[in-house]
């Protein structure tokens, strides 16, 4: 049985419903902008999550496209050209205001820097992705939240591999049980409990049948909570049922 002393946050899905909206209408608009004939619809994109990071979704789906280039080094090149565009646009799409936080979380990492919890964010995505994000939510002075903020590119291998997870554990020096994973997806409850941290999962639109066991609790939202911990959740509800967990014993 751990003390929460660390809330580390996801991003896309947990913190804002950033994919079927955002990087997903902007990877189709890099598309066309690069004269490529795909476009990934709402049903396609749900299908293209299992792989995490944007890039490496793409160098994936290009395997499935004749009009993809043939060679690796020149589909690498484009993957990294449309992702560098993709990116621009999912900023520009941040900044006019499209995307919301979802229900409770500003509250909840208000309610943490007000107490001097420690948090960081642990995130698949680009920072500059982040930066719009959280600098639209959060004000300037967005990063004076978090203790530690690490995005794709400060690991070698993303989501569902814990390096995220372990890498902001010993930023912030806290040992995995102390800490709490705020996530909405499969591969990233499977990168937390791969790193020891208990997860609570907020479902989220791409997410909302998938099997989460294992997780600490399973909430639509932060404002509802769920049977255990109805209504708006706090961070004392939080630290509540993080008192409850105990770790897997592992074989
Ligand atoms: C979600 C991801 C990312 C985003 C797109 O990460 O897997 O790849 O879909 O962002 P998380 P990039 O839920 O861990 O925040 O294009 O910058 O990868
Ligand atoms: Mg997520």
Same mark, same amino acid.
């Given at each position: 049985m751990g003390t929460l002393r660390a809330l580390l946050w996801d991003v896309d899905g947990t913190i804002a419903e950033t994919e079927r909206d955002g990087h997903r209408v902007a990877f189709n608009v890099a598309f066309k902008e690069f004269s490529l004939p795909w476009r990934w619809d709402v049903e396609t994109y749900g299908r293209l999550l299992r792989i995490t990071g944007g890039r490496e979704r793409m160098l994936h789906d290009f395997e499935s496209r004749s009009e993809a280039p043939q060679s690796l080094s020149e589909r690498e090149r484009l993957a990294s050209s449309l992702h560098r565009r993709k990116n621009e646009l999912y900023a520009q799409i941040v900044c006019r205001g499209e995307i919301e936080a979802r229900p409770g979380v500003r509250r909840l990492i208000e309610q943490a820097h007000a107490q001097g919890l420690p948090q960081a964010i642990v995130t698949t995505t680009s920072r500059s992705n982040v930066k719009a994000l959280l600098g639209?939510? @959060?004000?300037?002075?967005?990063? +004076?939240?978090? !203790?530690?903020?690490?995005?794709? %590119? #400060?690991? %070698?291998? /993303? /989501? &569902?591999? =814990? %390096?995220?997870?372990? /890498?902001? @554990?010993? !930023?912030?020096?806290? +040992? &995995?049980?102390? !800490?709490?994973?705020? %996530? #909405? +997806?499969? =591969?990233? @409850?499977? !990168?937390?409990r791969a790193a020891g941290v208990p997860a609570v999962i907020t479902r989220s639109i791409y997410f909302a049948n998938s099997d989460f066991s294992g997780a600490l609790a399973v909430m639509n939202d932060l404002d509802h909570g769920d049977a255990r911990t109805p209504g708006p959740v706090t961070l004392a509800a939080l630290a509540a049922r993080h008192a409850t967990w105990t770790a897997p014993i592992s074989a």
């Open positions: 639209g939510m @959060l004000g300037d002075q967005w990063e +004076s939240h978090f !203790a530690a903020v690490i995005c794709g %590119e #400060d690991v %070698e291998n /993303k /989501k &569902p591999d =814990p %390096e995220v997870y372990l /890498k902001a @554990l010993a !930023a912030l020096g806290v +040992s &995995p049980g102390d !800490a709490l994973a705020m %996530e #909405d +997806s499969a =591969p990233g @409850l499977a !990168a937390a």
